[in-house]
């Protein structure tokens, strides 16, 4: 099946900073793209859904190129409460294996 | 809020066992899917269901069953559990865009 691929990190990054992942994707025919967070020992759970070039939600910016076949997700001010791992999907119902952020005091 | 629940937590079973996993969503979602979740491998989907008594297989249904007989409830069986069957096992429910809402997950430990 077509994979989805993420780099594994970890990014440890200082509070404030932004921070940048990309997702490649290989299945062209996905329509619509998504971000997770996943906590440790938890599920994921729904962070952002990319329909076309991007989307927008307070600190968190995620776009879509097409074009060039990746998904990214924008981090800025990053807090604490931000550390976790990051999961990407599309339509095609495959996962990348997640980005795993640190974000350190 | 959509919920997804599922029927256990933590569940330790036998090699050669037969192993319910139920789980139940209350938003009225067309779409159900099973999926393991193993470190370094990522979560890695078993099956899904489009609809009442549809079922369709995913990137890994060997060794596993599944039941959909009314819209909130799917289930996924092991029909002789294995050792490497041990694994987290999240179910999720998605709205007609596959925005996924996951239940908190299942551990199983088949020993």
């Known amino acids: 099946r077509k994979e989805v691929e993420q780099d594994p990190g970890p990014f440890n990054v200082p509070e404030g900073a932004t921070v940048a992942f990309n997702c490649t994707y290989s299945n062209s025919a996905s329509q619509s793209f998504f971000w997770y967070r996943q906590d440790c020992r938890k599920e994921p759970k729904l962070l952002m859904s990319v329909y076309s070039s991007g989307n927008e939600d307070g600190r968190f910016t995620a776009q879509l190129n097409r074009a060039s076949q990746y998904i990214s997700l924008l981090i800025r001010d990053s807090k604490l409460s931000d550390s976790a791992t990051y999961l990407c999907?599309?339509?095609?119902?495959?996962f990348g294996k997640g980005t795993t952020l640190s974000v350190s005091s | 809020d959509v919920k997804v629940t599922q029927s256990s937590r933590y569940l330790v079973k036998r090699t050669g066992e037969k192993v319910f996993l139920e789980c139940v969503q209350d938003?009225?979602?067309?779409?159900m899917f099973w999926y393991r979740q193993d470190p370094g491998l990522g979560l890695r989907l078993i099956y899904f269901?489009?609809?009442?008594?549809?079922?369709e297989k995913g990137d890994i249904p060997e060794g596993y069953s599944v039941s959909r007989e009314k819209k909130e409830r799917f289930s996924l069986i092991l029909e002789s559990a294995s050792t490497n069957q041990t694994s987290m096992y999240l179910c999720?429910?998605?709205?007609?865009?596959?925005?996924?809402?996951f239940g908190p997950g299942t551990r199983l430990t088949v020993t």
């Open positions: 999720a429910s998605s709205t007609d865009h596959y925005e996924q809402y």
């Open positions: 269901s489009y609809d009442v008594k549809m079922k």
């Open positions: 999907a599309g339509t095609a119902l495959i």
């Open positions: 938003m009225d979602h067309e779409n």
